[in-house]
């Protein structure tokens, strides 16, 4: 089992920037892929950007050149750094990891952009 929890959110106005983090803990050898994915009020969950254990990244057309994924594997923290927010990023934000045997999903954090 691996349990991930996210840190950060809260509101912040438009064009301005906030950081996310996940913590993983368990069996993170069994991860292969993590990301962050996003659901905005009434809509679906979708994949904001991802990372493998190879270092490879990858982010959806809405973010790419604003937000940035890292992680520090010596500390299992997955971060998320977002600039130049819009009201169109509000949503619950959600950690994510792929393993060999499992799916895993934080609780999300909240994250407003007011215009």
């Known amino acids: 089992q691996v349990q991930l929890v996210e840190s950060g959110g809260g509101t912040v106005p438009a064009g301005g920037s906030m950081g996310l983090s996940c913590t993983a803990s368990?069996?993170?050898?069994?991860?292969?892929?993590l990301a962050w994915y996003r659901q905005p009020p009434g809509k679906q969950r979708v994949m904001v950007a991802s990372?493998?254990?190879?270092?490879?990244?990858g982010y959806s057309e809405s973010v790419t050149g604003r937000f940035s994924i890292s992680r520090d594997i010596a500390k299992n923290i997955l971060y998320l750094q977002m600039n130049s927010l819009t009201p169109e990023d509000t949503a619950v934000y959600y950690c994510h990891g792929i393993g060999v045997q499992a799916i895993y999903w934080g609780q999300g954090t909240q994250v407003t952009v007011s215009s």
């Open positions: 368990g069996n993170i050898d069994d991860l292969r892929v």
């Open positions: 990372v493998t254990t190879s270092g490879r990244t």
